[in-house]
C-alpha cells in the first residue's frame, strides 16, 4: 500500500516544473498533445497545460498585425473554450485530491483554515509560469540584440524563477498541511458564465 504521500508525489512542485518544461520543450519541437486519460495526476496536468499552451500561442496569433478580423474572432472563441477547460481540469485536481484525502480519512473539521487557494489552482499558475520563462528564454536567445531589452530581460526571467520556486514551496507546503489536517481541503467550482453558452443562448444560436 502506498503512503499518502506517495499518492499525491506527482503534484510535488519541482516534480511538475519538470513536467511542464518537458511537455513546453517537446510540443514546441512537434506538436501539443492531449492526454489519453485525465483520471490521473500526470493525464489532468498534461490537460491542464495542453489548455494554457493552447491559449498562449492563440492569443500570439490575435495579436499579430497580419491577422484577418475573422480569425481573430475566431481565435478569441476558441480561447474562451479552452479556458472553461482549463476551469474544469483546475476543478478536476482539486476533486482528485479531495477524493484522495477522504479516502486516507482526513477529514478535518470546519474550525480548521480553508486555504484561500487550492491545490488546482498553484498547479496551473505553475504551468503558465513555465510557458512565461520558455518564451522569455526563447525570444532572448533568438531574436534580441539590444543590451538594454537584454538587461530587461534578464530581470524578467529572474523574478519569473523566483515566482516559479515561490509557487512550487507554497504547492508543496499546502499538500504537507493537507496531509497533516492542518489546513482543510475544500473544492471551488468555476463558475465562468461570460462564456458558457448555457448563460447566452441567444448569443451562440446564432451559429
Known amino acids: 500500500m502506498h503512503s499518502l504521500s506517495e499518492v499525491l508525489s506527482p503534484f510535488r512542485g519541482e516534480r511538475l516544473i519538470e513536467w511542464f518544461s518537458d511537455l513546453t520543450e517537446l510540443w514546441h519541437d512537434t506538436a501539443p498533445i492531449k492526454p489519453k486519460d485525465i483520471s490521473s495526476p500526470h493525464g489532468l ?11 498562449w500561442h492563440l492569443k500570439d496569433k490575435m495579436r499579430r498585425p497580419d491577422t484577418p ?3 481573430v474572432v475566431e481565435c ?18 482539486d476533486i482528485w485530491i479531495e477524493n484522495v484525502l477522504m479516502n486516507a480519512n482526513i477529514r478535518p473539521g470546519h474550525e480548521i483554515e480553508v486555504n484561500s487557494e ?10 503558465i509560469v513555465v510557458l512565461k520563462i520558455f518564451h522569455l528564454q526563447e525570444h532572448d536567445n533568438n531574436s534580441v540584440s539590444d543590451s538594454e531589452l537584454k538587461k530587461q530581460i534578464e530581470l524578467r526571467l529572474k523574478i519569473l524563477e523566483e515566482q516559479k520556486t515561490d509557487l512550487a514551496y507554497a504547492l508543496d507546503k499546502l499538500l504537507l498541511d493537507l496531509r497533516q489536517a492542518k489546513k482543510r481541503h475544500k473544492v471551488y467550482r468555476q463558475f465562468k458564465i461570460y462564456n458558457d453558452p448555457s448563460f447566452h443562448p441567444e448569443e451562440y444560436n446564432h451559429k
Open 76 to 93: 478569441e472563441r476558441l480561447v474562451d473554450h479552452y479556458n472553461r477547460n482549463r476551469m474544469k481540469a483546475i476543478e478536476q485536481l
Open 45 to 55: 496536468t498534461q490537460w491542464m497545460h495542453y489548455k494554457n499552451y493552447e491559449i
Open 118 to 127: 487550492t491545490p488546482g489552482s498553484i498547479i496551473d499558475r505553475l504551468s
Open 69 to 71: 478580423n475573422e480569425e
